[in-house]
């Protein structure tokens, strides 16, 4: 992500999104956790792409595996390092080039902030940063076009079927589905979906 106007949201608002995600886990949070780390080996190395104020990493950590985050707003970063610990690297998605060094990769409402456009590039630099078998865990909103939200954040949208063949044109295989409805920082409700997938 690399859009000023949404990384000024994240800065600005960082202590009450940190608040809104690290509350209770909502309806199938758990699910999503288990059916990624199910796949993953002991002590696997994974990276938390877009990780906010750092709870998913932090739970990654706790549970036994080696943990790299990467966020590019500053205040989620140091919310992520002063609650839980976790060393952020602040950067765009763009920065990942990494190859075949991750066993997982976690983007959980983390790359519907990237244009349309952009979305299979940044697919293919997961694919390369996984090792052979790796798995991604992708959550998404669900719906059509692209545009701001009531805050001023820049989101994608996509149907299912559409974030299936991204997923095939970058080389992975389909291993899950989910789809749910929740609320976010601007307090509306909307449907999601997350997949799980192997490189």
């Not at 859009?3 to 600005?12: N, Q």
């Not at 750092?54 to 002063?82: C, E, I, N, P």
């Not at 610990?85 to 190859?99: H, K, M, N, P, Q």
């Not at 749910?180 to 909307?190: D, I, N, Q, V, Y």
Request: with cysteine.
């Amino acid at each position: 992500m690399s859009d000023d106007r949404t990384i000024s949201v994240y800065d600005e608002r960082a202590a009450e999104y940190a608040e809104l995600v690290t509350g209770s886990l909502a309806n199938g949070e758990e699910a999503d956790f288990l059916a990624f780390t199910t796949r993953l080996p002991e002590n696997g190395t994974v990276l938390d792409l877009g990780c906010g104020p750092g709870h998913w990493a932090a739970r990654f950590r706790d549970a036994g595996y080696r943990v790299a985050a990467l966020d590019a707003s500053q205040k989620m970063a140091d919310a992520a390092r002063t609650t839980h610990r976790i060393e952020v690297t602040v950067t765009g998605f763009e920065a990942l080039d990494a190859e075949a060094v991750f066993d997982g990769i976690w983007a959980y409402f983390s790359l519907l902030h990237v244009p349309r456009a952009e979305l299979a590039v940044h697919l293919s630099s997961i694919h390369r940063a996984l090792t052979q078998g790796g798995t991604l865990c992708l959550a998404m909103k669900l719906g059509e076009n692209e545009g701001r939200d009531e805050l001023g954040r820049f989101y994608a949208y996509y149907s299912e079927a559409e974030l299936r063949r991204q997923l095939e044109g970058a080389g992975f295989t389909l291993l899950g589905s989910r789809r749910g409805t929740g609320k976010g920082l601007a307090g509306t409700h909307e449907e999601f979906v997350v997949l799980t997938a192997h490189a």
